[in-house]
């Protein structure tokens, strides 16, 4: 981030671009780092779902969660993940749809093409990632991050990292 008291737009996309990165490059504790200790990570199963609660959802988890999974993904036990899923997420340049500098939140919208791999298997979603960023001891922090997927209501494989 710039050295100016609030984060630039400039900033914003830049932390979303890191975030991207760090996940193709399999640096998922880095990516722990970047939420929150309340954080929800939510992937809704309907389009245009509006309650993570009272319907079900492909994820929705909170750190603990993110935790685990970040612990299944980079365990030596998981045999699963040998070889290891590999992601590519290109991005479109993100929306900042809020700057509220005197309250430290940001809302970003990113349309992104998100690729997995694993052996021979491919697949390619379409989806629009919101972020709810905060100001916390003067960096950026994901307090919120919902993954949309374009064809959520298709029947896909399992998705093993993270969009």
């Given at each position: 981030m710039t050295q100016t008291a609030y984060p630039t737009r400039a900033?914003?996309?830049?932390?979303l671009y890191d975030e991207?990165?760090?996940l193709d490059e399999g640096r998922f504790q880095e990516w722990l780092?970047?939420?929150?200790?309340?954080?929800?990570?939510?992937?809704?199963?309907?389009?245009?779902?509006?309650?993570?609660?009272?319907?079900?959802?492909?994820?929705h988890e909170d750190m603990f969660m993110l935790r685990l999974r970040v612990e299944r993904l980079t365990g030596a036990r998981?045999?699963?993940?040998?070889?290891?899923?590999?992601s590519h997420h290109v991005l479109q340049r993100p929306f900042v749809d809020e700057m509220d500098h005197a309250g430290g939140r940001f809302v970003t919208v990113?349309?992104?093409?998100?690729?997995?791999?694993?052996?021979?298997?491919q697949f390619l979603l379409a989806v629009t990632a919101t972020h709810t960023l905060v100001l916390q001891e003067g960096a950026l922090?994901?307090?919120?991050?919902?993954?949309?997927?374009v064809n959520c209501d298709a029947a896909f494989g399992n998705i093993q990292l993270l969009p």
């Open positions: 900033d914003l996309e830049d932390f991207a990165r760090m780092d970047l939420f929150t200790p309340d954080a929800i990570y939510w992937m809704p199963l309907e389009w245009g779902q509006t309650d993570p609660d009272l319907v079900t959802s492909l994820l998981t045999f699963s993940q040998k070889p290891k899923s590999r990113t349309p992104m093409h998100y690729v997995e791999t694993r052996l021979d298997e922090r994901i307090a919120r991050k919902r993954v949309d997927i």
